[in-house]
């Protein structure tokens, strides 16, 4: 049972928009930055969006990040084969004092 | 270019101990904090332990507090796990990752290693 809620899985058409929520608390989002992962089959994890909304030199525009309150969002323009992934989000918990991420969601380009 | 490389994973008996190592490339590795990420396979990502620049801080999850040591050797650019009275649950790849830190607290992990693959069954 992951300290933070993600659905399993989504899935769109190419070019079209998804989004991912991130479910957590006033412990951890709520007072905290949210971090997320791209994990392509097979492969180590990569960071894709930190402190809420940026992203790392090398990570198309299409990758945006949002937090509220207790939730944050991840969202993917212009959706390519490629992106089949799983992704995770991530935070600190200050109850926990642990980083703690979401349980992942699979992506699926249709 | 930063690279994590991660050694010393295998099959052990319950109870039993491994010792992780992981070398780093590409930059200062001095200048961060490191961790240790776990994923069993086909499951999700699972924070096990951390260590500050200079191994004067640690953090560990607490399925592993007690069982599991952090630490580093600056002058080798590495980073360590050992992981002692093993159990069935901690089988998964480990993943040797830069941690990013604001005030001292995390606040997350900018690369990753592949991984090295623990596997603890009789």
């Known amino acids: 049972q992951s300290v933070l809620t993600q659905p399993p899985s989504v899935s769109a058409a190419p070019g079209q928009k998804v989004t991912i929520s991130c479910s957590g608390s006033s412990s951890n989002i709520g007072n905290n930055y949210v971090s997320w992962y791209q994990q392509l089959p097979g492969t180590a994890p990569k960071l894709l969006i930190y402190d809420n909304n940026k992203r790392p030199s090398g990570i198309p525009d299409r990758f945006s990040g949002s937090k509220s309150e207790t939730s944050a969002t991840l969202g993917i323009a212009g959706l390519q084969t490629g992106d089949e992934a799983d992704y995770y989000c991530?935070?600190?918990?200050?109850?926990?004092?642990?980083?703690?991420f979401g349980g992942g969601t699979k992506l699926t380009v249709l | 270019e930063v690279q994590l490389v991660e050694s010393g994973g295998g099959v052990v008996r319950p109870g039993g101990s491994l010792r992780l190592s992981c070398v780093a490339s590409?930059?200062?590795?001095?200048?961060?904090?490191m961790s240790w990420v776990r994923q069993a396979p086909g499951k999700g990502l699972e924070w096990v332990s951390d260590i500050n620049w200079n191994g004067g801080s640690t953090g560990f999850a607490d399925f592993v507090k007690g069982r599991f040591t952090i630490s580093r050797d600056n002058a080798k650019n590495s980073l360590y796990l050992q992981m002692n009275s093993l159990r069935a649950e901690d089988t998964a790849f480990y993943h040797c990752?830069?941690?990013?830190?604001?005030?001292?607290?995390?606040?997350?992990?900018?690369?990753w290693g592949q991984g090295t693959l623990v596997t603890v069954s009789s």
């Open positions: 590409g930059f200062t590795f001095d200048d961060y904090a």
């Open positions: 990752a830069r941690q990013r830190r604001k005030s001292g607290y995390p606040l997350y992990i900018d690369y």
């Open positions: 991530g935070t600190w918990d200050s109850s926990l004092s642990a980083l703690v």
